[in-house]
């Protein structure tokens, strides 16, 4: 079987300033081609206004087996969370 | 339904880690790519969603057989976009089945070596312009009835890329029924070909949904790792109760003399479709089976040389830049 | 009659233009190479079919006739289209189609860039909404016919062919005439001919990197913008497009 184009994971900004968000994948052969291809392929209702795309094999994830110290420490700190601080109606929109 | 006929697997693993697994999909959590899974989850999946992309590939064939005789701008380009769509579809679960350990190339071959399976509904032909209508509403519907569910499937790729295929196939069905909308007002013979379309397509869409569950030993397994989340039959009753009232509005008659009311059990009765056809046509002797697998044949070996030399420029720049950069340092 | 006969024959040109070749490419749904490109191209189709709708409307209110975009696309014959001869041949490989693609849009970007500037409003306004949807169409052909010229010696000899079959009829859509002249006076648009340095540099500059040689024949078939002799191809195509509204006459759809 002959090599295969490689993979790509596509991260695209909308149109509201937020950050670019995974939004899926696809094959391509370089990176040029690949921000095209995601340019038809995740774009097509108007979903984005920038695109980056990132080598699947170049993305280093977490382990999923280390979720509970990664992650669980922020999970106690609710603090952080503006629904933690009850403040009442009268003071209005805050 | 896309995924018609798919056993799940027998597994031999740790029965702590598997009853750990168990737990967290019990508890709606989402397994993702890298988390320990048992052998028989992964290989189900593996099947399940291939056969699912396929089936959008595949699917493409018989509305494509319209689009150079649509008979207007506007639906021309509707139908376009609505075909694009399942190939962008098919892209999303090939993708995610790829996080599974199998590659796009590998699931092709199968499918193209009868290894792996795809929907039986595309397997009938399209033969007038009506059939645009009616996959769009029945194909397209029923598609949607198990798609949706889907979405909160245990598997995270798998439900993420449900997500985006519904928001998508929201606008086929609904394509589907306005072009009959619009050509049950029109002459007696667009009427015709509307019931000739509805004739044709009805058994074949239910169908979609896979024989009964009294009859799939594996379903069960398969519930319980929420891969598949409502039984065979549930699917295809909400389907019937939900088209029956549409096609009445159409004015397009089910072709099944058994179709009543049941207001103890609060559901349409209706007539199973013929199974041993339906097992025919997963066995290859479809209408259309050959030719399906033809056609994706032929394009996968058409765009053999063009993929190839696309890479093959790839890495040809890559080379020239490095050569550049390297005599830049020097 | 009170329409300009010179400006309804701009806008059939441009229409047809899109039309042809935006149903060539639609050929293509669900046969490409790889996913990527099926949808990449089905892109590019409904650009220009959603281009051809815009100006075959403005030619059918122009002309007066109570007709509509639709009775112009699918109830006229093959010497009534106005399109060049190089959309309406077959796509034949992925090569051919493309490098077809990248030969168009070459043209078609600075022709729709200076469209944006005629003295007719819906010239304009239909121009400056396409040339977006050109620059992108450009982009990605002469991208590919990079790659697929360079690529491997099977790729390189396809687009030999290819460049072959399609060179001449490439010289058609920079040849200027009566229509052309009316128009350029009228400042609804430049002559095509003035777009030849541009398209030049285009595909110079583009066959360099693809390593394909610019063939020196400068021979050009003619007839498809002007209707006078299109090729056996395009009977072929209204033939399979028009089958609808032809067999059912009075039907709307
Ligand atoms: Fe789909
Ligand atoms: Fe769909
Ligand atoms: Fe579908």
Redesign the pocket.
């Known amino acids: 079987m002959s090599r295969e184009w490689p993979l790509w994971e596509v991260f695209i900004r909308g149109q509201h300033g937020m950050s670019h968000r995974h939004v899926g994948s696809l094959h391509a052969p370089d990176s040029e081609r690949a921000i095209k291809n995601a340019r038809d392929v995740y774009t097509r209702r108007n979903e984005g206004v920038s695109i980056w795309v990132v080598e699947a094999k170049h993305i280093a994830a977490s382990s999923p087996s280390e979720k509970g110290p990664m992650f669980e420490p922020s999970r106690d700190k609710v603090y952080r969370h503006p629904t933690f601080y009850d403040i009442p109606d009268e003071v209005g929109k805050m | 339904m896309?995924a018609q006929m798919i056993k799940s697997e027998a597994t031999q693993e740790d029965t702590e880690k598997l009853a750990a697994f168990q737990a967290r999909i019990d508890a709606g959590q989402k397994i993702e790519p890298k988390d320990w899974m048992p052998e028989g989850y992964r290989k189900t999946l593996i099947r399940q969603i291939g056969q699912h992309a396929h089936?959008?590939i595949v699917?493409q064939l018989p509305e494509g057989n319209w689009i150079t005789r649509a008979p207007s701008l506007e639906r021309k380009a509707n139908l376009l976009a609505k075909v694009q769509?399942?190939a962008?579809?098919?892209l999303y679960l090939y993708c995610a089945a790829e996080t599974l350990g199998v590659s796009r190339d590998e699931l092709t071959e199968m499918l193209l070596d009868g290894r792996m399976k795809y929907s039986s509904i595309f397997n009938y032909p399209t033969l007038t312009w009506a059939d645009m209508g009616a996959v769009g509403w029945l194909v397209?519907g029923a598609?949607i009835m198990n798609?949706v569910p889907l979405q909160r499937t245990s598997y995270g790729p798998y439900a993420r890329a449900m997500v985006r295929?519904c928001k998508?196939?929201s606008f086929?069905q609904r394509q589907g029924y306005h072009l009959l909308m619009h050509m049950m007002k029109g002459t007696k013979e667009q009427r015709r070909m509307c019931q000739d379309a509805m004739n044709r397509m009805w058994y074949p869409a239910l169908m979609m949904f896979g024989p009964s569950d009294k009859d799939s030993v594996h379903s069960e397994q398969s519930m319980r790792w929420k891969i598949k989340m409502n039984t065979n039959d549930e699917l295809r009753q909400k389907f019937v109760d939900e088209t029956v009232p549409q096609a009445k509005y159409l004015g397009l008659e089910i072709p099944d003399e058994n179709l009543r009311w049941n207001d103890e059990r609060g559901h349409y009765d209706f007539s199973e479709p013929d199974w041993s056809e339906f097992f025919d046509v997963i066995k290859g002797n479809g209408p259309c089976n050959v030719d399906r697998i033809a056609a994706r044949q032929k394009a996968w070996d058409d765009g053999a040389w063009v993929r190839e030399a696309m890479l093959a420029h790839a890495d040809k720049k890559a080379a020239r830049r490095a050569a550049g950069e390297l005599k830049n340092v020097a | 009659m009170s329409s300009d006969p010179h400006l309804v024959e701009f806008f059939l040109r441009q229409g047809d233009n899109a039309l042809v070749l935006g149903h060539r490419l639609s050929e293509w749904c669900g046969m490409g190479p790889a996913l990527e490109e099926d949808i990449a191209l089905t892109n590019t189709a409904l650009d220009l079919i959603g281009q051809s709708k815009l100006w075959l409307a403005h030619a059918a209110e122009i002309e007066g006739a109570d007709r509509s975009a639709d009775d112009l696309a699918f109830l006229r014959d093959a010497y009534d289209f106005r399109n060049v001869l190089l959309l309406e041949v077959p796509n034949a490989d992925y090569g051919r189609t493309m490098l077809r693609e990248f030969f168009f849009d070459a043209f078609q970007l600075p022709w729709l860039k200076a469209l944006t500037d005629s003295t007719d409003d819906r010239v304009a306004e239909v121009a400056a909404k396409s040339a977006k949807e050109a620059a992108y169409h450009l982009e990605r052909s002469a991208e590919t016919v990079i790659a697929l010229g360079d690529g491997t010696d099977e790729s390189h000899a396809k687009m030999m062919a290819a460049l072959d079959y399609l060179w001449p009829y490439v010289g058609e859509m920079m040849v200027d005439d009566d229509v052309d002249h009316a128009m350029a006076e009228a400042g609804v648009a430049p002559l095509p001919s003035a777009m030849r340095p541009a398209w030049d540099d285009t595909v110079n500059a583009t066959f360099r990197e693809a390593q394909l040689p610019r063939p020196d024949t400068k021979f050009a078939h003619a007839g498809g913008r002007n209707g006078f002799r299109h090729t056996e191809h395009l009977g072929h195509m209204l033939a399979q497009m028009q089958v609808l509204q032809r067999s059912h006459p009075g039907a709307t759809w």
Do not use: C, L, R, W
Request: net charge negative.
């Open positions: 896309y089936s959008e699917g769509d399942e962008g579809h098919g397209d598609a798609q295929i998508e196939e086929h």
